[in-house]
């Protein structure tokens, strides 16, 4: 397969760059969720403002899940096109 060209390398690398910082953020709202969770342990009191809070961040991990769902589709899909454009040559 050739190589991809100078703006293709560009928009792969930054398709890349998007679903690195997808899935940091996943896990640090996972880390946050965690901590949340400790707090409510030792502050009982802020039980019900945890679990707002909670809620939103499983809102945020759902949608940046599906965030890279969809980059990494189309990652997929130019490494199809690349392969189908090139005669699946290498």
């Known amino acids: 397969m050739s190589r991809p060209s100078r703006i293709?390398?560009?928009r792969l690398?930054?398709?890349?760059?998007?679903?690195g910082l997808l899935v940091s953020a996943m896990?640090?709202?996972s880390i946050l969720s965690l901590r949340l969770r400790q707090i409510g342990r030792r502050a009982p009191e802020l039980a019900s403002w945890l679990e707002l809070a909670n809620r939103e961040l499983a809102e945020l991990v759902d949608?940046?899940?599906d965030a890279?769902?969809?980059v990494k589709a189309q990652l997929q899909a130019?490494?199809?096109l690349?392969?189908?454009t090139n005669g699946g040559q290498r």
């Open 13 to 19: 690398e930054r398709l890349e760059g998007i679903s």
């Open 27 to 29: 896990q640090s709202a």
């Open 68 to 70: 890279h769902e969809l």
């Open 78 to 80: 130019e490494q199809r």
């Open 63 to 65: 949608r940046c899940d």
């Open 82 to 84: 690349r392969t189908a």
């Open 8 to 10: 293709e390398q560009r």
